[in-house]
C-alpha cells in the first residue's frame, strides 16, 4: 500500500475532463511540490507538471494539476484516445526521507 | 537537449549482483541529480536514490541502503546503479531519470529502462 494514494483506476469518453486525485499527508504533498507522470504501455514515464501546477514545454493545456493542503489533483481536458495510460503522482517524504511515487491510476478512454 | 542511454538487459542468479549504467549525451551533465527508479512487472514506481556527480554526494531510499550503490563517471558521462544480494522479487526494470538538484520527485527525461530478470 502507497504512502500516497491514488484511485486504482479512472474512466471518461472522448472529449470528457477527467481528474486524477492524489492523497497524502502533512510530511509529503503537504510541505512538498507534486510532479504527474504519465507511462503509455511499455515505454518508460513522461513528466506532465512539474511543482504541481507548471507543464514542461510539449506537453499540452489539457493537461493541468493543481495542489491544496495535502492533496493534489490531475485534471485531463478534451480526453482523447491516445490519453489512455498509467498516471502516477509522485513527491518528497522528509519523514520518511524518501521520493514517494503514487500506486498508480489506470486511464481508461470508453 | 539531453538523452540518457541505459545497457542491456540482465538475467542473474539470485544472491548475484547486477551493476546498470545510464549514459548521458548531449545537455549538462554534473550539475544535476540522476534518480534510479524501478518498476515490477505489472506493479508501480519505486525509488532506489539519486547521485549529484558534481559534488558526488548519493541519497540511497532506506530499504535500499545495504545493497544499493550509485555512482558517477564525469569524464564519460555515466552512472551506474549496482544492486546486490539479487532476489526474485528484484525482477523489475530498472530506469535512470535526471533531475533538477535534490528536488525530491522531479525526473526529466527518463531512460529507456533496463530489465533486470533473476532466475535460477
Known amino acids: 500500500q502507497s504512502v500516497l494514494t491514488q484511485s486504482p483506476s479512472a474512466s471518461g469518453t472522448p472529449g470528457q475532463t477527467v481528474t486524477i486525485s492524489c492523497s497524502g499527508s502533512r510530511s509529503n504533498i503537504g510541505s512538498y511540490d507534486v510532479y504527474w507522470y504519465q507511462q503509455l504501455p511499455g515505454t518508460a514515464p513522461r513528466l506532465l507538471i512539474y511543482r504541481s501546477n507548471q507543464r514542461p514545454s510539449g506537453v499540452p493545456d489539457r493537461f493541468s494539476g493543481s495542489k491544496s493542503g495535502t492533496s493534489a489533483s490531475l485534471a485531463i481536458s478534451g480526453l482523447r484516445s491516445d490519453d489512455e495510460a498509467d498516471y502516477y503522482c509522485?513527491?518528497?517524504?522528509?519523514?520518511?526521507?524518501?521520493?514517494?511515487f503514487g500506486g498508480g491510476t489506470k486511464l481508461t478512454v470508453l | 537537449q539531453v538523452q540518457l542511454v541505459q545497457s542491456g538487459a540482465e538475467v542473474k542468479k539470485p544472491g548475484s549482483s547486477v551493476k546498470v549504467s545510464c549514459r548521458a549525451s548531449g545537455g549538462t551533465f554534473s550539475s544535476y541529480a540522476f534518480n534510479w527508479v524501478r518498476q515490477a512487472p505489472g506493479q508501480g514506481l519505486e525509488w532506489l536514490g539519486w547521485?549529484?556527480?558534481?559534488?558526488?554526494?548519493?541519497k540511497t531510499a532506506q530499504r535500499f541502503q545495504d545493497r544499493v550503490a550509485i555512482t558517477a563517471d564525469e569524464s564519460t558521462r555515466t552512472v551506474y546503479m549496482e544492486l546486490t544480494t539479487l532476489a526474485s522479487e528484484d525482477t523489475a526494470v530498472y530506469y535512470c531519470?535526471?533531475?533538477?538538484?535534490?528536488?525530491?520527485?522531479?525526473?526529466?527525461?527518463w531512460g529507456q529502462g533496463t530489465l533486470v530478470t533473476v532466475s535460477s
Open positions: 509522485a513527491t518528497w517524504d522528509d519523514s520518511l526521507t524518501t521520493v514517494l
Open positions: 547521485i549529484i556527480p558534481v559534488f558526488g554526494t548519493t
Open positions: 531519470a535526471r533531475g533538477p538538484g535534490s528536488t525530491g520527485g522531479w525526473f526529466d527525461p
